[in-house]
């Protein structure tokens, strides 16, 4: 990833508390601050005397800036490029240059009014900006403060991208790291996620060859299965039929016959077979046939001769 990159994504986070202490010690870094001068009245009472010192509250420059951002809502943008100004500043100043107490207070917000009338098309008055002081600076000291910066830098206000990414680089420098290691992640993440698939997919191959061929086993014990229904279907018929035609023939036995005998030869016949079948044959009458006229002529020649 590159720093341009890195810086987009810088731009659009939200304010932290670590840009707050880097903005105060790149601040703390320009000039540095003699002790103030203490004031001293005295104060008479009926014992001793005793000496008392006034001192004029300040507020840190830590809760000065955190106050700034809360009430002027400034972005991350718009507030780290006081960078560029703090570090053109120092480079003007001497080493050797000592201010006030409060004149790390002015250059902060010298260089957020000027940042912000240079890089919003809209911005906060310096009457505005007075109120956001809390009473620690008046408009003539907020407006005096700004002039000075600009004298200092010269007018040169423009801010550009290389300035920021050089000031910027400790926060760049993370953002790229975390972006890295998120890159390294993922890859394992995909990485794993290609084996398991890679894995699932032989698995289900696997158990697709070990299934077909199971299969032809499964058909034989199918075929077996079928023929030893068939063979016991085949067996019940027979056992059937041989039960019907038992049973046919039992009946056929128990039923009187009704076919005639067939009739023995005469020489396997006894003669009490005879008698007894003679005996019980039965014989019809005779018929005495009437004897028609030309029997009676023709007969009674031969009776004449005899």
């Not at 809760?63 to 780290?80: A, G």
């Not at 032989?202 to 061929?213: A, F, I, K, R, T």
């Not at 014989?283 to 009776?303: C, D, E, Q, W, Y």
Request: net charge positive; charged share 15%.
């Amino acid at each position: 990833m590159t720093d341009r990159e890195a810086l987009r994504i810088f731009s659009r986070q939200p304010v932290s508390l670590d840009m707050i202490n880097f903005l105060v010690a790149t601040t703390n870094s320009i000039i540095q601050i003699k002790p103030a001068a203490r004031s001293y009245i005295p104060c008479t009472t009926t014992s001793t005397q005793q000496i008392i010192s006034i001192k004029k509250p300040t507020i840190s420059l830590t809760n000065f800036i955190k106050n700034l951002i809360k009430y002027s809502n400034v972005q991350t943008p718009t507030l780290m490029a006081t960078l560029v100004y703090l570090n053109k500043l120092r480079n003007y100043l001497p080493a050797n240059a000592v201010g006030m107490e409060t004149t790390r207070h002015r250059i902060f917000l010298s260089a957020l009014i000027v940042a912000a009338k240079t890089l919003n098309d809209s911005s906060p008055l310096n009457k505005h900006w007075t109120k956001y002081t809390d009473g620690l600076l008046s408009l003539d000291e907020v407006n005096l403060a700004e002039r000075e910066l600009m004298s200092i830098l010269k007018w040169n206000i423009n801010i550009k991208e290389h300035e920021l990414i050089v000031m910027l680089q400790p926060f760049l420098t993370e953002i790229k790291s975390h972006l890295l290691r998120q890159q390294e992640w993922e890859s394992l993440q995909r990485i794993g996620y290609y084996r398991l698939s890679q894995k699932q997919s032989v698995n289900s191959n696997s158990s697709l060859s070990s299934s077909l061929s199971s299969s032809p086993s499964n058909y034989s014990l199918q075929g077996s299965s079928k023929s030893t229904s068939t063979s016991s279907l085949n067996s019940h018929l027979s056992l059937s039929n041989s039960t019907s035609s038992t049973s046919v023939s039992s009946y056929n036995e128990d039923r009187p016959s009704l076919t005639t005998s067939k009739r023995m030869p005469l020489s396997n016949k006894s003669i009490n077979n005879l008698n007894l079948e003679h005996h019980n044959q039965y014989t019809a009458p005779a018929i005495k046939k009437k004897r028609s006229m030309m029997s009676l002529l023709s007969s009674s020649p031969s009776r004449v001769v005899s």
